[in-house]
């Protein structure tokens, strides 16, 4: 039987949409019940006798995988071989800071490209919305205010993701998928749509999908979230926030976690303002999340 390399495009539970190397586009099936393919992965196929679908017999080594802990404290994986990460922020509902800075704390982690993008640009902005997109900023991340609905900067967009494979990920109802219709010059994707009540996205983009974009490069597009942590070691959770990392150097004791320890430079950062207190408090949040995790996973 001939076993191909393919690239998994789609995921419907333990169902695939994979992509074979002559571009034709196929569904699959997963076989047993060890193996746990994300949209980016590259696999190991054969086609299935007297079928149209495609076995799935084993999952490549990845370069990098974004994850987060399971309610079970298990890692579960959710997208795999990216080289960029975009974080979606918007007006409605109220952005949740802290699940961006976690997002940029998992690209950190994963050495890829990250930058955040602020959607619906067209709504006022309030003064405090300026003060944290300039903190991005100034700490070097791309921050790309636009609108989906209006057009309004999509070009600057469309150029982040105009190479290799990017995922765009953010909070429910940000606008994500508007966003891919707009780049996709069609209607392929659903789109989110905010609760009256709640003011919270309810989750329409059920499946991951990898889609290629005709500008080029490819994007995943992926579930919106109503909270999200990265799988870490408590460790890693500073390596995360790129300003502490490079201020740390600075602190009194290798091992320092800044919080209590005397002479660290991370604190003296945030007292001088050096270090947006915001983005600390984010990271001691992370820091006591990851520890609870951690203890559950073992």
Not at 193 to 200: F, V
Not at 270 to 285: A, C, E, M, P, T
Request: charged share 25%.
């Amino acid at each position: 039987m001939t076993v191909q390399q393919a690239l998994v495009v789609a995921t419907y539970s333990r169902r695939m949409g994979l992509r074979l190397p002559g571009g034709q586009e196929v569904d699959a099936r997963i076989k047993g019940k060890r193996l746990r393919p994300v949209c980016g992965d590259r696999v190991e196929v054969e086609p299935i006798p007297n079928e149209s679908d495609w076995l799935i017999t084993r999952v490549l080594e990845r370069d990098n995988e974004l994850s987060r802990p399971n309610l079970r404290g298990k890692v579960e994986v959710l997208a795999a071989n990216i080289d960029r990460l975009l974080v979606m922020a918007a007006g409605t509902p109220e952005p949740d800071w802290e699940i961006v800075d976690r997002y940029l704390c998992a690209a950190e982690v994963m050495s890829v490209a990250a930058a955040v993008i602020y959607n619906k640009s067209d709504l006022p902005v309030t003064p405090s919305l300026d003060e944290i997109l300039s903190d991005y900023d100034r700490i070097g991340y791309v921050v790309v205010r636009c609108s989906a609905k209006s057009g309004d900067n999509i070009d600057a967009v469309c150029s982040l993701l105009s190479n290799g494979v990017s995922i765009i990920v953010g909070q429910s109802g940000v606008g994500k998928s508007s966003l891919i219709n707009r780049l996709l010059g069609d209607e392929q994707q659903r789109t989110a749509t905010i609760s009256g009540k709640s003011g919270e996205g309810r989750h329409t983009t059920v499946n991951s999908a990898l889609l290629q974009l005709p500008e080029g490069g490819a994007v995943i597009d992926s579930p919106g979230v109503r909270d999200y942590a990265p799988a870490l070691q408590s460790d890693d959770v500073a390596v995360g926030y790129r300003e502490i990392t490079m201020t740390a150097q600075k602190c009194r004791f290798a091992n320092c976690n800044h919080l209590r320890e005397p002479g660290c430079a991370v604190k003296l950062a945030v007292d001088d303002g050096s270090i947006s207190k915001r983005r600390y408090d984010s990271y001691r949040h992370l820091l006591a999340l990851t520890r609870k995790l951690s203890a559950r996973r073992y």
